[in-house]
Structures are given as C-alpha cells and as structure tokens.
C-alpha cells in the first residue's frame, strides 16, 4: 500500500497498473494532506510521492484495497515543507518516495505562469525574482526561485530516509520519453512493466504527452487546460542571472543524488 504526490500524468499512468487503485481526495483526507505536508502548493514540474503503508489512524480515510493492491496519494508540497519528512517518518519509516524534479529556471518560470493564470494582476517575473536587479541580488525567498533549490530541500529528506527509498524522476524525460520514466518508476515499486510506449500519443499543440489505452479506440486522454500554458516572455538576461544562480545548488543535488539531470548542458545546447 502507498501514499504518493506527484504530477498527474504520473496519477494517470500508474492508473493503468492493474495493482495500483486510484481515488479521488474526499475531504476528509485532504483535510489530512493539509495537516501533514503544511498547505498545497500548485506549481508547474515539481512534485512528490510518498508510498508506504498507512496505520489505522489514517487507513480509513484512504481508498478501499484488496491485498496485493497499492493505495495511492499525492501532495506536491511534501518536497518543500520542512516539518514532512519529520512527521511522515515517524508514521511510517520504510516510505518509498517518488520526486519528479525538472530544470529549476523553466520551473520557476512555469509556476509563475499558473500564478499569472489567476492573478494576472501581480508584478512582472522580473520584477518578483530580484531583491536588488541592480545589484543582480536574486530573491531566493520568493517561493517560485526557493523550490528549486532542490538540494536544500533533500537535504532536509536525508535527515529521515536513505536514498535508496527515493527515485527521483526527470521532468524532461518525463515529456520526451515517458515510457522509459514510467519504466523507471515500476521497477521502483516493483510493479510489473504494464505501462509501455503503446500508452502514449505525444500532442504536439500542448507539448506533452496524451495516455490512452492501446484497446480502446477513444481520444487520448490529454493534461487539461491548466497545463502547457505558453510562458511569457522573459528577459533573457534575467536567466542568464538565474542559471548562474542556480549552477552550485543543481551541482550540489546531482551529487547528493548520483544522477546528471544536465540542466546546464541543456540551457548552453539553447
């Protein structure tokens, strides 16, 4: 049984798994996720799953299984809320998690944009990711730039958990070559591999990838309209400020984590 955050195209694949069972919240259990992760945050290519078996406490307000099965929960802002690791250790200690982690300046640039979709009001990206433009000071405090900080984060994590309880799984990837992540993650959970390449239908107008099921002869099932927004323009030179901000952090986390998500190779291939 196992408790997940994450994006939902992930929600979605794993739905096809024949041991994974998939709910919608109630509020009750959401009324949980608040108290366990802090508050929900909404934040484009960022996410977390946690997966471990849940006591009695919580068990009731979790989707019905039958053995064997695995119940599935998600909350994005478990990665950045200090007190998570903390409070989901001391409920179950052998979690598996699940961290879906994409380039930290197109991630910030992302979940501006959502916040943009809702408060077309608020200030320019440029004006909200500096302290001091001027002075090139970044504002690391403004959540959009501090959830990229992936290793100040997962260092938090490795207080509680090993790494081998952790699979961290590319956003990039995530797009160009879906089934090899949903491979990934599988293995992970030790599923059987169900969700192969005869699952996806890339969209090109949304750019990202559609699941479908290889018998049914409906329309793919595509993210919806909140998701593959266009970006606003950004000064370039305002990311050239971030990418070297962000450098040592991604370095720091390729290290902590064994894995070269290449973020640098990808902006200088731009």
Not at 16 to 41: D, F, K
């Amino acid at each position: 049984r196992i408790r997940l955050g994450t994006r939902r195209l992930w929600v979605r694949c794993l739905a096809l798994l024949s041991g994974v069972r998939i709910q919608r919240c109630h509020e009750l259990w959401c009324r949980s996720q608040t108290r366990l992760g802090s508050r929900i945050l909404h934040a484009c290519w960022r996410g977390m799953m946690a997966l471990f078996p849940f006591p009695p406490s919580s068990r009731n307000v979790m989707p019905k299984t039958v053995e064997g099965q695995l119940t599935m929960e998600k909350t994005p802002s478990y990665f950045v809320t200090n007190e998570a690791p903390k409070r989901i250790h001391s409920m179950a200690k052998d979690i598996k998690l699940i961290v879906v982690v994409r380039n930290p300046v197109t991630r910030a640039i992302s979940d501006y944009t959502q916040t943009l979709s809702k408060k077309p009001e608020i200030p320019t990206f440029e004006v909200l990711a500096f302290k001091n433009r001027t002075l090139g000071l970044i504002d690391a405090s403004w959540s959009a730039i501090r959830i990229g900080i992936y290793a100040l984060h997962l260092e938090n994590w490795l207080q509680y958990f090993p790494l081998s309880q952790i699979l961290f799984v590319s956003g990039e990837r995530l797009i160009v070559d879906p089934a090899g992540e949903m491979a990934k993650v599988q293995d992970f959970l030790g599923l059987k591999r169900v969700v192969t390449e005869k699952h996806f239908y890339f969209n090109k107008t949304k750019g990202f990838p559609c699941l479908k099921k290889p018998e049914d002869s409906g329309a793919p099932r595509c993210l919806g309209k909140s998701k593959g927004r266009t970006h606003p323009r950004i000064d370039p030179d305002v990311i050239h400020r971030l990418r070297k901000f962000y450098k040592p952090f991604n370095m720091m986390f390729y290290q902590m984590t064994g894995q070269d998500f290449q973020w640098e190779q990808e902006e200088s291939d731009k």
